[in-house]
């Protein structure tokens, strides 16, 4: 019997560390679908993960609030779908013990509509509800005269109309209903991968009435746990898209709608 048991547990320890081993050389990265599970899953990425020894996993998330709660969780490697004035905002109110590896490319923030228009009188416009892309899109609407003032502070999406305008009407809604307003015939300041999502970059680059300059740029950013920016899967994923291979697929593929503006944070 004791000779039996024996066996059993060298046998599940042999498992456990081939299944570890396995895990250790898998590259687990949450992403939102488009651009970013796209440039992740692009063969430019994926080779060179492969040639260092790993596999990469894309783990694609419709959300802004679990890509950074499992990367915390320790249920995946790094995450790829937010800028850093999110990722702040997230730490300061949720406590998370992550940061910045790499910056990759940036989405210009863009008024979409079916028609253009340049009288703005009595217009309704949908921006998303989340702070940190609010102030953005207030920024966007009083660069190009829609708005006269704003105001970010006590921010409540709940009570979201904090702008000065005599033509103008902002409801503030969920990300994932912006699109659905420029489909019915509304206008709506939408972030890039959401637009990239619903319609493509032809159509996107179609509907665009105005946007951000590429100058402001609100990076697309690898997060990881602090704990592991000097690792080595954390290497080989930045040097994964530190790649012009990369920025060509990035250009081909997206146009003026994402651009690539890679940076390394690593020490």
């Not at 050389?25 to 994926?46: F, M, R």
């Not at 406590?95 to 509509?113: D, I, Q, R, T």
């Not at 179609?206 to 000097?230: C, H, Q």
Request: charged share 20%.
């Amino acid at each position: 019997m004791k000779k039996f048991l024996s066996l059993v547990f060298v046998l599940v320890s042999i498992l456990c560390l081939a299944s570890c081993g396995k895990d250790e050389k898998k590259i687990v990265v949450g992403a939102t679908p488009s651009p970013h599970a796209e440039i992740l899953n692009c063969s430019a990425v994926k080779n060179y993960i492969e040639s260092k020894g790993y596999t990469l996993e894309v783990k694609v998330y419709q959300d802004y609030v679990t890509p950074n709660k499992a990367l915390n969780d320790e249920g995946i490697d790094a995450n790829y779908f937010q800028h850093t004035d999110y990722l702040l905002g997230e730490i300061a109110e949720k406590g998370y013990k992550l940061s910045v590896a790499c910056e990759v490319h940036n989405e210009p923030l863009n008024l979409y509509g079916l028609t253009p228009k340049t009288d703005w009188t009595n217009t309704t416009v949908s921006i998303i509800n989340d702070k940190s892309n609010v102030e953005r899109a207030f920024q966007l609407l009083l660069a190009n005269g829609l708005i006269d003032s704003y105001s970010v502070e006590d921010f409540n999406p709940q009570h979201p109309v904090y702008t000065s305008s005599k033509n103008v009407t902002i409801e503030c809604i969920d990300a994932g209903l912006l699109n659905r307003k420029v489909a019915e015939g509304g206008y709506a300041v939408i972030p890039g991968n959401y637009a990239l999502t619903a319609w493509g970059a032809t159509k996107a680059s179609e509907y665009k009435i105005f946007g951000e300059s590429i100058e402001v740029a609100y990076p697309n950013i690898i997060a990881v746990r602090t704990a592991d920016l000097d690792s080595e899967k954390t290497r080989v994923l930045v040097e994964a898209l530190a790649q012009k291979e990369v920025q060509d697929f990035i250009t081909s593929k997206y146009g003026p709608t994402v651009n690539y503006i890679f940076k390394n944070l690593l020490k």
